[in-house]
T-cell receptor
């Protein structure tokens, strides 16, 4: 158990809908990262927050948004969902975003868009 | 050019044998970290081991060790006495100091190696 929690574990929804994925980082970690992993693909970095502020953006679509709250939990909002958004979404956390810092991953949320 | 290369898309290994998963990297930055993660079929991403570019010794964590050959830019994962539960995808990843605050030292991922342990 990495100490990072994600809810829900599974999510099935229809095209055009909006969903919210939630992440709680490990105790003491200030940095939260969101990743998308499509079937048989590597991880695509979406966005990173550090202590409530957006720090870096990766390949995040405009239909997606995220935020990190004062209690450090984070939410990833996916809207106008398309079939291609079906993927495993990971949240990871780390203490300080340096080159030597290890990211610990949550169990992921498996999103299926029908 | 690929920054992280994992040349073995898949491997079959007999249970109890040692296995080496290859990872080569490309960077001109003297400061970098190398990470290995395991992803079983259940989907979670599990951190295994870390090696820093300035570390003099090869990293070890239980049955996992990292064969770090800096001059060859190689960071192979060695699993000793493999078990059926080691069957999974294994990803090598790197962070460079030159990634800097703007990119926030993003992890650069390899394509992964699918390891299957045969009983």
């Amino acid at each position: 158990d990495s100490g990072v929690t994600q809810t829900p574990k599974h999510l099935i929804t229809a095209t055009g809908q909006r969903v919210t994925l939630r992440c709680s980082p490990r105790s003491g970690d200030l940095s939260v990262y969101w990743y998308q992993q499509s079937l048989d693909q590597g991880l695509q970095f979406l966005i990173q927050y550090y202590n409530g502020e957006e720090r870096a953006k990766g390949n995040i679509l405009e239909r997606f948004s995220a935020q990190q709250f004062p209690d450090l939990h984070s939410e990833l909002n996916l809207s106008s969902l398309e079939l291609g958004d079906s993927a495993l979404y990971f949240c990871a956390s780390s203490t300080n975003p340096t080159w030597a810092d290890t990211q610990y991953f949550g169990p992921g949320t498996r999103l299926t868009v029908l | 050019a690929q920054k992280i290369t994992q040349t073995q898309p898949g491997m079959f290994v007999q249970e109890k044998e040692a296995v080496t998963l290859d990872c080569t990297y490309d960077t001109s930055d003297p400061s970098y970290g190398l990470f290995w993660y395991k992803q079983p079929s259940s989907g979670e991403m599990i951190f295994l081991i870390y090696q820093g570019s300035y570390d003099q010794q090869n990293a070890t964590e239980g049955r996992y060790s990292l064969n770090f050959q800096k001059a060859r830019k190689s960071a192979n994962l060695v699993i000793s006495a493999s078990q059926l539960g080691d069957s999974a995808m294994y990803f090598c990843a790197m962070r460079e100091a030159s990634g800097g605050l703007d990119s926030n030292y993003q992890l650069i991922w390899g394509a992964g190696t699918k390891l299957i342990i045969k009983p």
